[in-house]
């Protein structure tokens, strides 16, 4: 379903959603945060669009995966030359087969918005997944993913996926004895399950994300 953003309160689906005005504004700057640091608003500046993803969560053997980190959007009115302290959420490390994997961090913007990070695998339920994390704060809210839970690794079937983020998923592992393969690693995904085969211990989710648009 498309829909008009215009600043304007819409129904969509019979739940009335309040739309981002970013249409009133003239685009000054786009600054995408992979470590933790300061943002200050440009001296041109009154209003910014934030987007925030906590890490995703850790993984384990046999393709116990990782939990992605949640999502969280949203429209403020800020002042110009101020300073806002941005965290970037780390990913969970990886354990041993059927261990608990690392809690993704939580990534926020100043006290405007945040979102928490993916569960590590098995830390929901025995030999599955992590679940996601969620966002919070903003006029849009979403889970992150979750991935595979126990499988055989061996032979020709599915490797190990960690939960994708609203940014992407990961990499899956490489089949037999080649380790971890991480093509495509996105800001916020779970680590993929490790191989069976060779008693593989799990990897690090991916590390979180905050993207700041400004507008005048």
């Known amino acids: 379903m498309a829909v008009t953003l215009s600043g304007s309160a819409v129904n969509i689906n019979g739940t009335n959603v309040t739309t981002y005005p970013n249409d009133a504004g003239t685009l000054v700057s786009v600054t995408m945060f992979t470590s933790s640091g300061n943002y200050t608003v440009p001296s041109n500046s009154n209003m910014v669009l934030v987007q925030v993803v906590g890490g995703g969560g850790g993984s384990a053997g046999y393709c116990e995966s990782g939990g992605a980190g949640g999502y969280a959007e949203g429209a403020y009115t800020v002042s110009p030359g101020q300073v806002i302290y941005v965290t970037i959420g780390g990913g969970g490390g990886g354990v041993g087969y059927y261990g608990g994997g690392g809690q993704g961090g939580t990534s926020s913007f100043g006290s405007y918005i945040s979102a928490t990070g993916g569960y590590g695998a098995n830390n929901n339920w025995s030999h599955a997944s992590g679940w996601g994390g969620v966002g919070s704060g903003g006029q849009v809210t979403t889970y992150g993913g979750t991935g595979t839970g126990h499988a055989n690794h061996g032979s020709h079937s599915q490797a190990g996926l960690g939960g994708a983020s ?51």
Not at 172 to 189: E, T, W
Not at 203 to 215: D, E, R
Request: proline share 6%; glycine share 30%.
């Open 166 to 216: 609203f940014f992407g998923g990961c990499g899956g592992v490489q089949r037999g004895n080649g380790g971890l393969n991480y093509a495509g690693h996105c800001p916020g995904s779970g680590a993929p399950g490790a191989v069976c085969d060779v008693g593989s211990t799990g990897a690090t989710g991916a590390p979180g994300m905050v993207i700041v648009t400004a507008y005048t």
